[in-house]
């Protein structure tokens, strides 16, 4: 995991284009009914605006409000690594899989403001699981898997 603030930002870059392309791709699915080749290139075009988003949160606000709140409900002291991971990413999880899915219905869903709200918690009900299980599962375990790689001698 990362020690150095230099650490943190490749990490959070990494783990950011890994979650916001996948759940980009999701949701694109989502939106055309099904996952089909196209959904591949076209997530590449929104990546840039939401990975820009989601790593600015990410690297200034909520990593360090996950920690703070997940290491009251665990004692990182007491605790094995893999629960300490687990807690940070869950509330991590809990954190930006809403502000992410407002950005996502707001900025690049189609219709009108009154509609907002609306489509934001529909965003929100059909992200969250798959955001969960995705970093859980997958992005998460992928991620450390590469940053090791990188920083294998630190």
């Given at each position: 995991?990362p020690?150095?603030?230099?650490q943190d930002f490749?990490?959070?870059?990494?783990m950011?284009?890994v979650?916001?392309?996948?759940?980009?791709?999701?949701n694109?699915?989502?939106?055309?009914?099904?996952l089909?080749?196209?959904?591949?290139l076209?997530?590449l075009?929104?990546l840039?605006?939401m990975g820009?988003?989601?790593?600015?949160?990410e690297?200034f606000v909520i990593?360090k409000?996950?920690?703070?709140l997940?290491?009251?409900?665990?004692?990182p002291?007491?605790?094995?690594?893999?629960f300490i991971v687990?807690?940070i990413?869950?509330?991590?999880i809990?954190?930006?899989c809403?502000?992410?899915?407002l950005?996502?219905?707001?900025?690049?869903?189609?219709g009108s403001?009154?509609?907002?709200f609306?489509?934001?918690?529909?965003t929100l009900?059909?992200n969250?699981?798959?955001?969960?299980f995705?970093q859980?599962f997958?992005?998460?375990?992928f991620v450390?898997?590469?940053?090791k790689?990188?920083?294998?001698n630190t």
């Amino acid at each position: 995991m990362p020690k150095t603030k230099f650490q943190d930002f490749v990490y959070t870059l990494i783990m950011v284009i890994v979650m916001v392309y996948g759940m980009v791709c999701y949701n694109i699915s989502l939106n055309v009914g099904g996952l089909q080749n196209f959904v591949f290139l076209e997530a590449l075009k929104e990546l840039p605006i939401m990975g820009t988003a989601a790593f600015l949160l990410e690297f200034f606000v909520i990593g360090k409000l996950s920690q703070k709140l997940a290491f009251r409900l665990i004692d990182p002291k007491k605790e094995k690594p893999i629960f300490i991971v687990l807690a940070i990413s869950s509330i991590i999880i809990c954190l930006m899989c809403p502000i992410m899915s407002l950005i996502g219905a707001s900025l690049l869903g189609n219709g009108s403001i009154s509609t907002l709200f609306a489509r934001w918690l529909q965003t929100l009900v059909l992200n969250f699981p798959m955001a969960f299980f995705y970093q859980i599962f997958y992005a998460g375990p992928f991620v450390r898997w590469i940053f090791k790689k990188i920083f294998k001698n630190t």
